[in-house]
């Protein structure tokens, strides 16, 4: 994956050689858009990409029903526009990583990429698509071997621009970018996926990522469209929530409309919901869920299939609030019931 930076407001977008990319998502602190791979990854490679790369007849089913290699160059313009950095992730191999370090070994997918010869080290395969080249200003990261960005150089450029926010597209859904996802929420970052940038190797594949596995991994999922609107020319975001927006969930469920917007308050404000056709009762979601306002819809990090099932059926309390963070560490006797496995409290 490689990286580029154009540092306006913390925000940075990634795209690996396959066609994939990571971007950081509009909100507090800095984004960052990035993608690894190419044609249909979203790691801009030919393999996945183009017409004639060795997986081609894997990844064009969900490439063009998604007009993936369209959406890259939409998402990546927006985002230089919008002085969001671009980073760029490889993938590449040669034969020292088949031969001495037996990548081929590894995995189920190294596996294949080693059988059709995918993302050969100097070939078209592994070349950036043409419509998704970095620019010479943008930075490119080393190449990643396996489905994992975050094992390259990608954190130290992280840190170096300051980035909270990392927004991912590319290629492919339940690989390079579930796993880069995965690794950066694990690490802090503020992750939102960009769901018609993302292809796979088949519909089911997309189709779990999308709607199962993001909505719980990330923060959103949004279109290009949605993104760019969320991030304004000048690299900041949208207005507070307003009563007529509409609500997403994190699996871009629609959840219905905001009648009322409490800002203040002893549990720190909250919006309504009205009951109707999806809940029976008004539904109260702390302004603390929502993560993302694009245009008049605003985005909160619970799935629309879950929130029936949040205890939000009445406005939030301050000691409801702190009942849900739990005890204070230094109250904790034991981690466990029984005891810690490293012999200590848990602190």
Not at 12 to 40: E, K, M, N, W, Y
Not at 193 to 215: C, H, K, M, Q, T
């Amino acid at each position: 994956m490689q990286c580029s930076s154009s540092g306006v407001h913390n925000d940075l977008i990634r795209f690996d050689t396959r066609g994939r990319a990571c971007f950081a998502g509009p909100g507090r602190g800095r984004h960052v858009l990035s993608g690894a791979h190419s044609a249909p990854h979203h790691r801009s490679r030919h393999d996945f990409l183009s017409e004639g790369g060795a997986a081609w007849d894997l990844t064009k089913g969900t490439v063009q029903k998604n007009d993936v290699v369209p959406n890259l160059r939409r998402l990546i313009e927006g985002a230089r526009e919008r002085g969001i950095p671009v980073l760029f992730g490889p993938m590449a191999y040669t034969e020292e990583d088949y031969a001495d370090e037996r990548w081929q070994r590894r995995s189920g997918i190294n596996r294949i990429m080693f059988e059709r010869k995918m993302f050969l080290a100097g070939t078209w395969g592994a070349d950036f698509h043409p419509d998704l080249r970095p620019l010479a200003t943008e930075t490119v990261l080393l190449p990643h071997k396996g489905t994992d960005v975050f094992e390259t150089d990608l954190p130290e450029h992280l840190r170096r621009l300051g980035t909270t926010q990392l927004v991912i597209a590319g290629m492919t859904a339940n690989l390079c970018c579930e796993s880069t996802g995965r690794h950066a929420t694990e690490h802090g970052y503020d992750v939102t996926f960009v769901w018609d940038a993302i292809g796979a190797e088949n519909l089911p594949a997309y189709e779990a990522s999308i709607r199962v596995n993001y909505p719980l991994i990330a923060n959103a999922v949004m279109s290009v469209d949605e993104f760019l609107d969320a991030i304004h020319p000048t690299g900041t975001v949208g207005a507070a929530v307003q009563p007529g927006d509409k609500v997403r969930g994190s699996d871009h469920g629609e959840i219905g409309q905001v009648e009322h917007v409490e800002s203040a308050g002893e549990a720190g404000g909250f919006l309504v919901v009205p009951r109707g056709m999806i809940f029976e009762k008004d539904t109260y979601i702390p302004l603390d869920a929502v993560v993302k306002r694009s245009g008049t819809t605003v985005f909160i990090n619970v799935p629309k299939l879950v929130v029936g099932y949040m205890p939000w059926n009445e406005p939030p309390t301050a000691q409801g609030q702190q009942a849900k963070r739990g005890p204070s560490r230094a109250d904790v006797q034991q981690l466990y019931g029984s005891r810690s496995p490293t012999g200590d409290s848990g602190s």
